[in-house]
């Protein structure tokens, strides 16, 4: 399978914005590097006219260049650039090619591949803080949207019960289980959304860090999901959509508890 890259150059403050502008388009692996980052599509979901008109409006101070690369050198470069990522205290997120640090209580090792979620965007690492308040033990969690399965992992981690795992993309769920694997956890990995995760269980811990139009229009479905009492993390959204997220969560029963902000992206809390 092929995927388009896109070398972009700018500084760190646009790299944020624009990372955020080609996800709403489509891309969904991105690669910082010394003059800015690089983005990944598979092939068959690039549309060029759409990203030229999501780029079109940032032409001061941003150059990018178009190239097609076969997924494992992109694998290859992404293990080059890889650097281990500090979300708290105590809990540390490398690659299986970095040393052990004693110092946090605990480690998530990850081969990120193609997948989302290294621990380097700021999503991810509110999730992760987020889920280092909340009691998983002896519980059933369903992480949508798992990417790598770093949250899924994390669950495992803080003494969930059962993690069930779904994303829509096949690669990402192989990806999840392949990092269950090197933290000794095990998880169940299913390809689709959280239509499919009905079918399996209910959880009292949901998680789901995707994007704000994919929350607002599943948010129903999470709600069936969860047991009374039982916690929805979301992630994905901007801190200027926290009030549309609420509200749709106040329509389907949930209760807003509390929320946390890097970057102008947001991670909330509720309650069923
Ligand atoms: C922002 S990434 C999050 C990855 C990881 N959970 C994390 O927190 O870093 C979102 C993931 O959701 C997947 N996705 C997008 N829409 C989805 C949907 N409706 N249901 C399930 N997964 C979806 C994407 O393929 C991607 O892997």
Redesign the pocket.
């Known amino acids: 399978m092929n995927y388009i890259v896109i070398n972009v150059e700018c500084n760190e403050e646009l790299a944020e914005v624009l990372q955020a502008v080609l996800?709403n388009v489509g891309f969904?692996a991105f690669l910082e590097n010394d003059n800015g980052f690089e983005a990944s599509i598979e092939k068959a979901l690039y549309n060029e006219d759409e990203v030229k008109e999501a780029l079109a409006f940032f032409e001061e101070g941003v150059t990018y260049s178009v190239e097609e690369q076969e997924k494992q050198n992109w694998n290859k470069l992404w293990e080059s650039h890889y650097d281990p990522v500090e979300i708290s205290e105590e809990l540390q997120i490398r690659a299986s090619f970095h040393p052990a640090d004693p110092k946090y209580k605990y480690e998530i090792v990850i081969t990120p591949k193609m997948?989302?979620?290294?621990?380097h965007?700021a999503?991810?690492t509110l999730?992760?803080r987020n889920q280092l308040t909340i009691d998983h033990k002896g519980k059933n969690v369903a992480?949508?949207?798992?990417?790598?399965?770093?949250?899924?992992v994390m669950s495992k981690l803080l003494g969930a019960e059962q993690v069930d795992a779904?994303?829509?993309?096949d690669w990402?769920c192989e990806n999840a289980l392949e990092n269950a694997a090197l933290n000794n956890v095990d998880l169940r990995v299913t390809v689709?959304?959280?239509h499919e995760m009905e079918k399996l269980d209910e959880y009292e811990i949901v998680?789901?860090?995707?994007?704000r139009n994919?929350l607002l229009?599943?948010m129903p479905t999470y709600q069936k999901l969860i047991t009374k009492g039982g916690k929805l993390l979301l992630?994905?959204f901007y801190t200027e959509d926290l009030p549309i997220i609420t509200e749709k969560a106040n329509s389907v029963g949930l209760t807003y508890l509390s929320h946390l902000e890097k970057d102008n992206w947001v991670s909330a809390v509720f309650e069923n």
């Open positions: 996800g969904d997948s989302f979620g290294t621990g965007h999503t991810t999730m992760l992480d949508l949207g798992c990417g790598t399965g770093i949250l899924a779904c994303d829509i993309e990402s689709g959304t959280v998680l789901a860090n995707i994007n994919v229009e599943e992630s994905g």
